[in-house]
Nanobody, 114 residues
Framework: VQLQASGGGLVQAGGSLRLSCLAS????????MGWYRQAPGKQRELVAS???????TYIASVEGRFTISRDNARNTVYLRMNSLKPEDTAAYYC?????????WGQGTLVTVSS
């Protein structure tokens, strides 16, 4: 199982980015996927998740600005981030759990300038 995250970059406050997480060795449609982030000096936190049934959850600070979605044909999960704020600056990671094991993508860095 491999997860490949991409799409990070430098953006001004108020801007948008779309992160992608391409999975191989696993069928995303039957797994819950999550996007996490870790800012310097802070603990990693779950930002958004999507279940196999399509149910989504978000932390309060991104509710209404971020959207998690899944393209089963491409075996890819996305995180659309709008109205970005400097406090969204972090390394973002995708994650899934399969047969009791956790799999993480490599981080993709999002930097939001004020």
């Amino acid at each position: 199982v491999q997860l490949q995250a991409s799409g990070g970059g430098l953006v001004q406050a108020g801007g948008s980015l779309r992160l992608s997480c391409l999975a191989s060795g696993i069928n995303l449609r039957i797994n819950t996927m999550g996007w996490y982030r870790q800012a310097p000096g802070k603990q990693r936190e779950l930002v958004a998740s999507i279940t196999s049934g399509g149910a989504t959850t978000y932390i309060a600070s991104v509710e209404g600005r971020f959207t998690i979605s899944r393209d089963n044909a491409r075996n890819t999960v996305y995180l659309r981030m709008n109205s970005l704020k400097p406090e969204d600056t972090a390394a973002y990671y995708c994650k899934t759990t399969f047969r009791g094991r956790h799999y993480w993508g490599q981080g993709t860095l999002v930097t939001v300038s004020s």
